[in-house]
C-alpha cells in the first residue's frame, strides 16, 4: 500500500471530527464518504485482520466485521 494512503487515512482531519462527534455534518459526511472511497478500501483491507476487525467495530463498518463463532 502506498504510504501516502496509509497516512493519509490515519491522519484524515475528516476521520477525526467524525471521531471527536459522528453527529457532526462533516463526521457523517467522512462515515458516507468511506463506503465508496478508493483510498480507504486499500487503507483497510491492507491492514492486518485484528485492525481490520477493530475499525469495523468502532465504525460499525458491516462489511469488515466477521462473525466469531
Same mark, same amino acid.
Do not use: V
Given at each position: 500500500?502506498?504510504? *501516502?494512503?496509509?497516512? @493519509?487515512?490515519? $491522519?484524515?482531519? &475528516? $476521520? *477525526?471530527?467524525?471521531?471527536?462527534?459522528? !453527529?457532526? #455534518? &462533516? @463526521? $457523517?459526511?467522512? $462515515?458516507? +464518504? =468511506?463506503?465508496?472511497?478508493? @483510498?480507504? *478500501?486499500?487503507? =483497510? /483491507?491492507? #491492514?492486518?485482520? /485484528?485492525?481490520?476487525?477493530?475499525?469495523?467495530?468502532?465504525?460499525?463498518? !458491516? !462489511?469488515?466485521? +466477521?462473525?466469531?463463532?
Amino acid at each position: 500500500m502506498s504510504e *501516502k494512503i496509509e497516512k @493519509g487515512c490515519e $491522519r484524515c482531519s &475528516m $476521520r *477525526k471530527k467524525y471521531d471527536a462527534n459522528p !453527529k457532526s #455534518l &462533516m @463526521g $457523517r459526511l467522512w $462515515r458516507w +464518504h =468511506i463506503n465508496w472511497c478508493p @483510498g480507504w *478500501k486499500e487503507y =483497510i /483491507t491492507f #491492514l492486518p485482520e /485484528t485492525e481490520q476487525q477493530a475499525l469495523a467495530e468502532q465504525y460499525n463498518i !458491516k !462489511k469488515y466485521l +466477521h462473525q466469531s463463532s
